[in-house]
């Protein structure tokens, strides 16, 4: 596969921005575009994870480190803007002086109405970008879920938003029988059919079973869908060696945020990303996806963003411990070649 991209700005559909809370209503700026699902921490204090978009709507949050409900506060994400976003004056998203980080992705705007599958959702899908967020209504029963990529989701978070339940994800890599909670640091789960229906995704649809992570009846679900977009993009699966000189795994870009969670044992959903961590510092600073856990600097190995991928060093358990599986999620911050077969800057 040739290494180039037709994303040659990554920062149009994904951007990180770090910003310093006042306490009061704060419009936040620097994504580069409007975004469509925003995700904020705050990186000195044990707040829960603020996950935002723009199907459920503005002032609307689940969080990624529990399994409770959507709550909707007035004070929490109030808008989404031209380049970023508002917050009021709750702690999670804006306690004065305190730092948070923003993980944004642009979608497709406003959500519509996909009836492809067996049953209705409502979805905001770039294809360009494979990022689709799709809302839809428990049966209880198996069935089909429209999602609008045009290209088969790798990647799939899903989460009934209009009651407590874990969270689940698919990963094409682990099988469509196996799921991983996010909302906790298990391994993978064991397998069943209840999850995904032991069905692949096609480039239309994803198919559920009975579980009541993926298919409450009549509850309602939300459903985070990436597809593998070269440059820009990519999702897969390593093996560790335990050893200072860590594997390299090749994404084609470099990237400027990564998620790894270890999934044949224990282990937290590990997130770094370019602006928070040193770069090609073994002590980058690392947050939990799972935990509320303020911002920690590696000790005994992280990671290296290179120009084409990333590379483990050290032998931190989580991230390169010898025999240990890992999936992993990276966005680009630069394709490593452009869409005209130019190289972009290394570092």
């Excluded at 399994?67 to 989404?80: I, P, R, V």
């Excluded at 689940?168 to 469509?176: A, K, T």
Aim: aromatic share 12%; proline share 3%; glycine share 10%.
């Amino acid at each position: 596969m040739a290494a180039y991209t037709t994303i040659d700005d990554a920062g149009a559909f994904f951007n990180t921005i770090l910003y310093t809370a006042t306490g009061s209503s704060l419009a936040v700026t620097g994504a580069g575009f409007q975004p469509d699902v925003t995700w904020i921490k705050n990186r000195t204090a044990t707040d829960p994870h603020i996950l935002t978009d723009v199907v459920r709507g503005a002032t609307k949050y689940l969080e990624c480190n529990d399994l409770t409900a959507e709550t909707t506060n007035a004070e929490s994400l109030k808008s989404f803007d031209s380049d970023g976003f508002t917050v009021g004056t709750m702690a999670s998203v804006n306690t004065n002086t305190e730092g948070y980080v923003a993980w944004n992705w642009k979608a497709g705007g406003t959500g519509a109405l996909n009836e492809v599958g067996t049953s209705d959702s409502t979805v905001s899908v770039n294809t360009t970008s494979g990022v689709s967020i799709a809302t839809y209504t428990g049966t209880g029963a198996t069935a089909t879920i429209g999602h609008g990529l045009g290209t088969v989701p790798q990647l799939i978070f899903t989460k009934v938003f209009s009651d407590t339940e874990d969270w689940m994800v698919y990963v094409e890599n682990l099988g469509n029988e196996t799921g991983l909670r996010f909302n906790d640091n298990f391994a993978s789960l064991a397998t069943s059919s209840a999850y995904y229906n032991d069905t692949t995704p096609t480039s239309t649809v994803f198919t559920v079973g009975t579980h009541p992570s993926t298919n409450w009846n009549t509850k309602t679900l939300v459903a985070y869908c990436f597809a593998p977009i070269q440059g820009f993009s990519a999702m897969g699966t390593y093996e560790g060696n335990g050893n200072a000189n860590g594997i390299f795994t090749f994404t084609g870009f470099r990237p400027a945020f990564i998620m790894v969670k270890r999934t044949d044992t224990t282990n937290n959903w590990i997130l770094l990303n370019n602006k928070m961590s040193l770069y090609n510092n073994e002590e980058g600073n690392e947050l939990y996806a799972d935990l509320t856990q303020y911002q920690n600097p590696f000790t005994d190995g992280g990671l290296d963003f290179l120009s084409n991928g990333f590379k483990c060093r050290g032998t931190n358990a989580s991230l390169n411990a010898s025999g240990g599986d890992y999936t992993y999620v990276a966005f680009a911050e630069s394709p490593f070649v452009n869409s005209s077969s130019v190289p972009t800057n290394a570092r």
